[in-house]
Every structure is written in C-alpha cells, then in structure tokens.
Antibody
Framework: QVQLQESGPGLVKPSETLSLTCTVSGGSFSDNYWSWIRQPAGKGLEWIGRIYSTGGAHYNPSLENRITLSVDTSKKQFSLKLSSVTAADTAVYYC????????????WGQGTVVTVSS | DIQMTQSPSSLSASVGDRVTITCRASQSISTYLNWYQQKPGKAPKLLVYAASSLQSGVPSRFSGSGSGTDFTLTITSLQPEDFATYFCQQSYIPPRTFGQGTKLEIK
C-alpha cells in the first residue's frame, strides 16, 4: 500500500528557506496529485499547495509568492520550498495524496515538525 | 476563499452515545465535502468523502450527509477510540479549506 514519508530540517532560521521532501513508497506515483498541508501546534489545518506527478502545480494564494513545489518522478519524491520564513511558519508539515477519485486527502505522511527560530 | 465553520468546537459524550457534528460552508459546495479524524500526535485520517461516502476500512457507525452549504458527520454508538478531533474540508474550489475542528471528549 502507498506510504508517504516527510524529510527535512526541523529547525530553520527566520528569513531563510524551509525545504521539505516527501517520498512515496509502495504504490504508483504517476497520475496523482500530491499536496502539502501544515498545522501549527494546537491549531487547524492549512492547505499549502499541490503538484501533479507531471509537474503542474496549484498554490494557496495566501502563500503563493513564497512557495515552490517540485517533483522528481524517478525518485518518487515531491518537494516544498517556502521562502522568507517567520515564526508564523512554525508547524507540523504533512504531505498527502490528493486523490482525484474522491477528491480528498486519502493518504498522509506522519508529519514533520518545523520550527522557525534563530 | 470558502470559509468552513464547524459546530460545536468541542463536545463531551459518553461511550455508546450518538453524536452529530455540523459543518457549514460560506457558499454552496455541492457535495465536495470530506471529513477527517485526528488523534493527538497523528496525521488526520480520511473518514468520509463526497459528503456521504465512507472511506474503505472506516466503521459503519460513521456516516455523513448534506449538500450545498450544510453538512453533518454522525457517529452512532461512540467507541473509546472515537474520542479525537474531527475536521471538515471542502474540495469544491481551490484553495482547499478546512473547518477549525471539533474536539470530541469523554464525559
């Protein structure tokens, strides 16, 4: 079955760029949308953006000018870069499959905590 | 953006109870509404998609209904493992947006 695993630094300095990668295993990478979602401690969920396996992306307008999403089909990975981070970007970051059939996030990674601090 | 509002924000109930959580969208979203369950320290888990379709492997005590702007998630005969936080989410128009969550606690 499909599994997702986030990886990347857990600590990022203010004004720098947050970089995370999600590795897909156990299933098909192609013909799917892959999303990033974040959750500040004790708060709700915010959709960051999604990328198709061939590279087309959609971003949350609230973050659009700071986000870059990319895919590496050969490695079954997709990545998030969030620039000019502040303390407000401190959160658990999840990757998820944005499954077209039910139009829902049906498979999630375990999440990775990213703290923005000097 | 479409705003999703859940009620109540928190709810106390006992094992065996029937509970209903409501989600309201700021505009019509047809049936593009999903429900998730999240336990502390864990990723959300998809329970219901397209307003009323049960995700594979989810117990039948969970059910969803609604269309347009008003939706409900019902849990019949609460089990100890059901105490968690529940989120609704719309997939009608980007950006995808979530409700603020409903925390279901043991009475």
């Amino acid at each position: 079955q499909v599994q997702l695993q986030e990886s990347g630094p857990g600590l990022v300095k203010p004004s720098e760029t947050l970089s995370l990668t999600c590795t897909v295993s156990g299933g098909s990478f192609s013909d799917n949308y892959w999303s990033w979602i974040r959750q500040p401690a004790g708060k709700g969920l915010e959709w960051i953006g999604r990328i198709y396996s061939t590279g087309g992306a959609h971003y949350n307008p609230s973050l659009e000018n700071r986000i870059t999403l990319s895919v590496d089909t050969s490695k079954k990975q997709f990545s998030l870069k969030l620039s000019s981070v502040t303390a407000a970007d401190t959160a658990v970051y999840y990757c998820a499959r944005d499954f077209l059939g039910p139009d829902a996030f049906d498979i999630w990674g375990q999440g990775t905590v990213v703290t923005v601090s000097s | 953006d479409i705003q999703m509002t859940q009620s109540p924000s928190s709810l106390s109930a006992s094992v065996g109870d029937r509970v209903t959580i409501t989600c309201r969208a700021s505009q019509s979203i047809s049936t593009y509404l999903n429900w998730y369950q999240q336990k502390p320290g864990k990723a959300p888990k998809l329970l219901v998609y397209a307003a009323s379709s049960l995700q594979s492997g989810v117990p039948s005590r969970f059910s969803g209904s609604g269309s347009g702007t008003d939706f409900t998630l019902t849990i019949t005969s609460l089990q100890p493992e059901d105490f968690a936080t529940y989120f609704c989410q719309q997939s009608y128009i980007p950006p995808r947006t979530f409700g603020q969550g409903t925390k279901l606690e043991i009475k």
